[in-house]
């Protein structure tokens, strides 16, 4: 219910400012791909997609678990409400 709840939400903003629904939504999941993963490339990442390797590169790259990066609390919280929101939203 609160996922569709957002959804309407989303699509009535995106109506209210004359944005086309699928754009504003692409556009929120990228933004929450890119907050996601700035965070794992700061932290050291590898990254193993094509998409991220292009978008962010792997240069300096220490990591290849997400699980052994040196992340404090305060960004494994963030991460995790990133893909919460990700869940929400349906990205893929």
Known sequence: MR???IGRSAAITALILGVDVSTAYA???SDLWVQRNSIYKR???CFKT???IS??????CLYDDEARLP????ERSRIA???GMERRLGCQ
Do not use: H, T, W
Not at 55 to 60: E, P
Not at 71 to 74: R, Y
């Open 50 to 52: 094509s998409r991220a």
């Open 81 to 83: 409400s990133i893909v």
């Open 27 to 29: 556009q929120s999941c």
């Open 55 to 60: 978008y962010f590169g792997n240069a300096g």
């Open 43 to 45: 932290a050291g990442y």
């Open 3 to 5: 996922a569709m709840m």
């Open 71 to 74: 992340l404090s609390p305060a």
